[in-house]
């Protein structure tokens, strides 16, 4: 029985805030319906309920539905569907209802690690959609990109499921593989991506310097927003600082967001004192600023590192950047989540997460569904956004047609075995390039796609994008760090 479509309207009605509403269908226990048309057949009158008596109205409803439905059924059930309908009838992705299984793993999921693919998902029209893949995680190694929709996990349809449903169903233990089929812009056919499960880290701030042209370039990724992400961040400015930086860089690229004060504290380290951070905005249209506590501005360079899956905290820090820094930002427009949600313990280890204000930039603009632009647009190479070649039981052979052959020759472009084409046709120069890569990696140069050359392919491809002098969207953001220094 799927309690949560029993009781959506009934519960909607009950609970969706104060006021009078207007409800229809009063029909005695002992009426037979009318279908509509039918001669003889009258309209209801529209009835107004006070709160008072709507909640009644709830109340009559469950009690009629637990005494005299024809199968007997489970009140905790009706009442978790209940809530999770009303949950759902709100149109809002970012809230949801999460019982007390699925709000023990978000917990565990804001912990120092967890097991499972390494991605933030929301469900957005309707479908369970990739926000952003972790950095260096399993989920963005299959080459898994932001709105990415999951259509099936593991051949199994996920229409009608829940994102933390869905969620469930993907994540899992260290070493077992999860096979997405995803639905992605730009490709005419669903794509299967298989991921093996590992143990993701959250380890939200890494460091790295630069020696170019005599100036020391800091790097501080940011790759997420949790409890210890502020702490973090100043702690490694600080050693950067010692360290005698000559401009810094700060790189939320591929970073979900997560909690609003992270991001409030670290833009005490790098706004300039009393400029905006971030502004927020409550139903009534009520705004609440909070501007930097910084004691004077940085005596350096600051340039802003961002992409398609920035969301939510990395905007706001990249807003901050841009408009109150006045700093640079490199990439390419994030992803334009512009609100703020706050988990409501329900008493019985279940939470709820609901969307309770709005952000704004320091200048006021809503960047909700357009994301904050750069300053400097910069894409990365093609090959940066390639997807895992899928391979079944059968090799990809020579006149093969299809989405894993164009994967193929995407890949296979970016290591420099130049395939000819990239429109999914595998033919005499995709297998000459085949056989070329499969020699320089000792596999029998077949110039077939098995799933011994698909792996293959993935680790290569993996090590180039993580070379930093390939990062394009870096590259610049160190040669423009270098000038400003100069100036």
């Known amino acids: 029985m799927n309690s949560k479509r029993l009781f959506i309207v009934v519960v ?16 005695s226990s ?47 059930q009706l009442i978790e569907g209940a809530i999770s309908g ?81 969620v469930l169903k993907i994540r899992g233990e260290k070493g077992t593989t999860v096979r997405l089929t995803i639905e992605r812009d730009g490709s005419t056919e669903l794509l299967e991506v298989p991921v093996e499960r590992d143990t993701i880290p959250i380890e939200t701030v890494r460091t790295e310097t630069f020696e170019q042209d005599g100036q020391t370039i800091g790097l501080l990724e940011i790759t997420s927003f949790s409890e210890d992400t502020a702490i973090n961040f100043k702690d490694q400015l600080s050693q950067l600082e010692a360290d005698g930086i000559d401009a810094l860089l700060i790189d939320v690229r591929g970073n979900p967001g997560g909690y609003l004060n992270a991001v409030e504290q670290i833009g005490d380290e790098l706004i300039p004192e009393g400029k905006a951070i971030v502004q927020t905005e409550d139903r009534a249209g009520d705004r609440t600023g909070y501007s930097s506590q910084l004691e004077g501005t940085k005596d350096y360079p600051i340039i802003g590192l961002i992409d398609e899956r920035s969301a939510s905290a990395s905007e706001i820090l990249a807003a901050a950047l841009k408009e109150s820094g006045g700093y640079d930002l ?35 603009n809503s960047i909700n569904e357009e994301g904050v632009t750069p300053t400097i647009e910069e894409n990365q190479p093609e090959y940066f956004f390639s997807t895992a070649v899928s391979v079944e039981d059968d090799p990809i052979t020579f006149d093969s047609l299809g989405e894993q052959v ?12 130049e395939p000819g084409r990239e429109d999914g046709y595998f033919d005499q ?23 011994e050359t698909a792996t293959a392919l993935q680790e290569r491809i993996v090590e180039e994008i993580r070379k930093s002098d390939n990062d394009v969207q870096l590259q610049k953001a160190i040669e423009l760090a270098v000038e400003q220094s100069n100036q």
């Open 12 to 27: 909607l009605v009950a609970l969706l805030g104060a006021g009078s509403y207007y409800v229809t269908g009063m029909f």
């Open 30 to 76: 002992e009426a037979s319906p009318v279908a509509p048309g039918q001669e003889g057949s009258e309209q209801v009158d529209t009835v107004e309920l006070s709160d008072d008596e709507l909640m009644k109205k709830f109340e009559k409803a469950l009690s009629t539905i637990e005494g005299q439905y024809v199968e007997e059924v489970d009140r905790k």
């Open 86 to 166: 009303m949950v759902e009838e709100l149109g809002d992705p970012f809230s949801d209802y999460m019982d007390q299984e699925t709000a023990n793993e978000f917990v565990e999921s804001l912990g120092s690690e967890f097991q499972g693919i390494g991605a933030e998902v929301s469900m957005i029209n309707g479908k369970v959609t990739i926000v952003s893949p972790f950095r260096d995680s399993p989920a963005e190694q299959a080459g898994l990109q932001a709105n990415d929709r999951i259509i099936e996990i593991d051949g199994e349809n996920i229409e009608g499921l829940t994102v933390n449903e869905a």
């Open 330 to 364: 490199v990439g390419n427009t994030t992803f334009g989540k512009g609100t703020v949600q706050q988990t409501v313990d329900l008493g019985d280890g279940s939470d709820l997460k609901l969307t309770m204000m709005r952000w704004l930039t320091p200048d006021g």
């Open 406 to 417: 164009k994967n193929a020759q995407l890949i296979l472009k970016g290591l420099d075995f």
């Open 429 to 451: 120069q995709t297998v000459d390039a085949v056989k070329a890569f499969q020699e320089s990696v000792d596999i029998e140069a077949t110039g077939e796609i098995n799933q």
